[in-house]
């Protein structure tokens, strides 16, 4: 029941894609393969939702199994830990929902237990969600009207790396940019447990002018498959040794 | 946590005003006046068996009902009172189809911390902090961390006069990663240390609490957090070295830090008479704040002591 690893395409955005597939088509392929998409929208100052889609950004998540925010930059900080533990949760959540109606028959959700019997599973949720391992892709569009928010988004992924990293679980991060020269999207930093070194990866970025959304999320999809082809491998590696041990 | 006027608000289903019944226990009780919201929930005062009681309710039903779980467990360590009493728990179906969960508790009355303070004299901080302490050593033993340890979450109730908190949305299990916290008061942010949950977490918050009622404001933590704190301190008179050891995870108990206090209150007891005297300057000149009395009132002690070794 336990999921051991929880993994998260983070998007950061400020603008409507322009160019390649639709991102929720990618985002509901992601989500087909159990890596939830969630999706933070930063406004500009005295923008309103409406310039900004609103609907694409809600549209990612949703297809992506994944939480949405709109906010402007002050808010970054707090939005991205709030939006990653969120979404954990409901990940967590719907495991635990499927596993209800498995237990007591169908019609049985966490909706359909008194506020009383339900704080005992939910107990549970919050149990796994502190001990769980994490993987997140932060995907970071780099357009260039995005050049002088990238302080702060710097500033806010450090501080989501000390809030996930009082967990007892393991966290893993990675960083993309979008779009990259050659490639819908680049990876601009290794998967590290810590993004206290961000600082030093964020003042390379170049920045493009069109937001190849969907291209990129697919990029950030084949990282994942990569890194769990690289896994196996290292497994049968361990598994080998096992055999040649006995 | 102070809602932030960035995000957007989802809970347009609920005003004061309105009354809402719950579905399991049938319960209705009016939303008579807005005390306050959160990241997490917006708190109402209410009415239950014909006393006021406070209501918190939330669409994050996963957030409220652990805190729910929090509230119950510190029933159980409460023949010391922890905490506002839990009185019941429910959902709302809103009548637009939306699923919400909230309980009802104890409304504490009084003033805020730092209001408090100021109308009373600024003696009263530590005396106040000390009570406080006890309660956080009662709230450790039984394996909590408040977490969210703010001026917003405190309240001086009146009879007895005794500094409560009252909301646990942050109240975490040691060991863990803190639930909720805001930026002021979080070791993190400042780099001061992790968010994971240990009775020096909080610690450090109350001294961020502390630091806030001598300034009258929140500072900013600028390019050196560091040394903003120390310049902070400066102004805290006699209670500096404890909120320094405090702000630096030097205590490993609150037990510790109430002992420092307690010894550094005995240690006034007789220059009262020196503090008494200040207040008229304090109100003719509102400035000069807190820090500069206590620094008045330890002139005083001072001045005691050199009296005595005569």
Same mark, same amino acid.
């Given at each position: 029941m336990k999921p051991s690893t929880l993994k998260q395409i983070l998007l950061l955005t400020d603008g409507c894609s322009?160019?390649?597939?639709?991102p929720s088509a990618v985002a509901a392929l992601a989500y087909a393969q159990h890596i939830t998409v969630n999706v933070i929208g930063i406004l500009e100052e005295g923008q309103t939702e409406q310039s900004l889609s609103l609907a694409e950004v809600e549209n990612i998540a949703k297809a992506g199994g994944g939480v949405s925010q709109l906010i402007y930059k002050q808010a970054l900080t707090e939005t991205v830990q709030m939006v990653t533990k969120q979404a954990m949760t409901q990940t967590i959540e719907g495991v635990v929902n499927q596993e209800l109606k498995q237990i #007591?028959?169908?019609?049985?959700? #966490?909706?359909?237990?008194p506020p009383e019997k339900r704080g005992d599973v939910l107990e549970v949720v919050e149990e796994i969600s502190e001990t769980a391992n994490l993987e997140v892709l932060i995907l970071v569009d780099t357009s260039a009207s995005m050049h002088h928010k990238l302080p702060v988004v710097k500033e806010a992924l450090i501080d989501l790396s000390i809030s996930m990293n009082a967990r007892q679980g393991q966290n893993k991060f990675v960083i993309f940019g979008f779009p990259g020269k050659r490639d819908a999207a680049v990876k601009i930093m290794d998967w590290t447990e810590r993004l206290e070194n961000v600082s030093s990866v964020f003042p390379k970025l170049a920045t493009g002018g069109v937001t190849p959304t969907g291209p990129a999320l697919r990029e950030a999809l084949h990282e994942f498959s990569r890194q769990s082809l690289q896994r196996s491998k290292a497994n049968d590696r361990i598994s080998e040794y096992e055999e040649f041990g006995n | 946590m102070t809602e932030s006027p960035n995000m957007k608000s989802s809970a347009t289903d609920l005003r004061s005003g309105m009354r809402l019944t719950g579905k399991w226990h049938g319960g209705t009780y009016p939303l008579l006046r807005k005390l306050g919201s959160g990241a997490i929930g917006s708190v109402y005062l209410t009415e239950r068996n014909g006393a006021q009681a406070a209501l918190k309710i939330s669409d994050k039903r996963t957030s409220i009902t652990m805190e729910v779980n929090v509230l119950q467990s510190l029933k159980k360590v409460q023949g010391h009172f922890l905490g506002p009493c839990l009185l019941e728990t429910d959902d709302y179906s809103s009548p637009s189809g939306k699923l919400y969960t909230f309980y009802v508790m104890e409304y504490i009355q009084g003033s805020r911390l730092d209001d408090y303070v100021k109308k009373k004299g600024p003696e009263w901080l530590p005396v106040l902090l000390l009570g406080l302490l006890e309660d956080l050593d009662y709230l450790h033993q039984a394996g909590w961390v408040f977490g969210d340890l703010k001026l917003d979450n405190l309240v001086v109730s009146d009879n007895p006069i005794r500094l409560r908190w009252v909301d646990v949305g942050g109240t975490t299990q040691i060991g863990r990663a803190i639930k909720e916290y805001t930026e002021f008061y979080d070791r993190g942010h400042w780099g001061m240390g992790s968010r994971k949950a240990e009775p020096t977490y909080d610690l450090f918050a109350l001294a961020m609490t502390a630091l806030e009622v001598i300034h009258g404001n929140r500072f900013k933590k600028g390019e050196a957090p560091k040394v903003t704190l120390k310049k902070a301190l400066t102004?805290?008179?006699?209670?500096r070295p404890i909120l320094e050891k405090a702000l630096t995870g030097k205590y490993p108990t609150s037990v510790a830090m109430k002992q420092d206090m307690m010894k550094l209150l005995m240690k006034q007891k007789v220059p009262a008479a020196v503090a008494k005297q200040v207040p008229p300057a304090r109100r003719s000149k509102r400035k000069a704040g807190i820090g500069e009395c206590l620094l008045l009132s330890s002139y005083g002690f001072v001045c005691y002591v050199l009296y005595l070794l005569q």
């Open positions: 322009n160019r390649g597939e639709d #007591l028959g169908k019609g049985n959700t #966490l909706d359909d237990l | 102004r805290a008179g006699h209670l």
